[in-house]
Structure formats: C-alpha cells, structure tokens
C-alpha cells in the first residue's frame, strides 16, 4: 500500500515538493488524522441531533398533523 500511494503522490508533487518530500516514512500524518477524527466526531453529533430534531417533528405531526373529516382521520 505505502509504495503504491508514495508513487502516486509523487506524480502529483510540484518539483519543489519532490524537493523537500522525500521518504513516506519522514512524513508525519498526525495533524490531517487529528482533523478527520475530529470531522468524524461532529458527524456523529450531527446526526443525533437530526434523529432528535426528527423525532420531535414527528411528534408535532402526529399531533397536529392529522383533523378529523367525515369522522376519517386525515393527514393534512
């Protein structure tokens, strides 16, 4: 995998890159994984407070969303 991703990450280095870049292994990672856990995290959060948001909705609908007509209940 580590040479395969360093061939085709060397093909999109700048010439300067190619430079300053030269060994995968000199390479920290540390900050960019920080970054997509963190990302991670808040898509979590996100989606319980959609489930939330979604449940109360449904609560409001099933409460207000639905009249009675012809003695049917309809939803409006």
Not at 29 to 38: R, S
Not at 43 to 56: D, V
């Amino acid at each position: 995998f580590n040479d395969n991703f360093w061939k085709d990450w060397r093909k999109l280095m700048t010439k300067e890159e190619k430079a300053q870049i030269t060994s995968l292994a000199k390479c920290d990672f540390t900050t960019i994984q920080a970054y997509y856990a963190k990302l991670s995290e808040e898509k979590k959060l996100m989606k319980k407070k959609n489930k939330a948001a979604q449940k109360e909705e449904e609560a409001l609908v099933e409460t207000y969303g639905y009249c009675l007509v012809d003695g049917h209940r309809q939803k409006i």
